[in-house]
């Protein structure tokens, strides 16, 4: 079994969503151009079978496949979107807990015998 299968059985149920619904929404766009599977495989250099299996979400068909579909679809830009650092809500929160740790507490005490410590 390759490393991909294997991983592939790890997928969580919210990512094989995604998929199909990406998938989904690939196969409508196809359909709305009035453009055949075939036509669409051509131009992406795969098979009609792949092609099929990309509409259906198969999470085995490669992210080049999905993204030059996106391309044909004129979306390719919105690939950049999917891992911006300013959207990654885990490291957010990462970084709320690091800063939450520090607890920089300033009594007056403390403030004070700071800035006489600065004075001299």
Do not use: C, F
């Not at 196969?27 to 099929?52: C, F, H, V």
């Amino acid at each position: 079994m390759s490393r991909s299968s294997e991983a592939l059985k790890y997928l969580p149920p919210e990512v094989s969503a995604a998929l199909a619904t990406l998938g989904e929404q690939i196969m409508l766009a196809r359909k709305r151009r009035k453009e055949s599977q075939r036509l669409w495989a051509d131009r992406i250099g795969i098979s009609a079978p792949t092609m099929a299996r990309l509409e259906a979400g198969d999470p085995a068909v490669s992210m080049g496949n999905y993204a030059t579909a996106l391309w044909l679809m004129g979306r390719s830009h919105a690939l950049a979107e999917l891992a911006d650092p300013a959207l990654d809500q885990g490291a957010l929160e990462a970084d709320i807990r690091a800063i939450k740790q520090v607890k920089a507490i300033r009594t007056r005490a403390s403030v004070k015998a700071r800035l006489e410590g600065q004075e001299a």
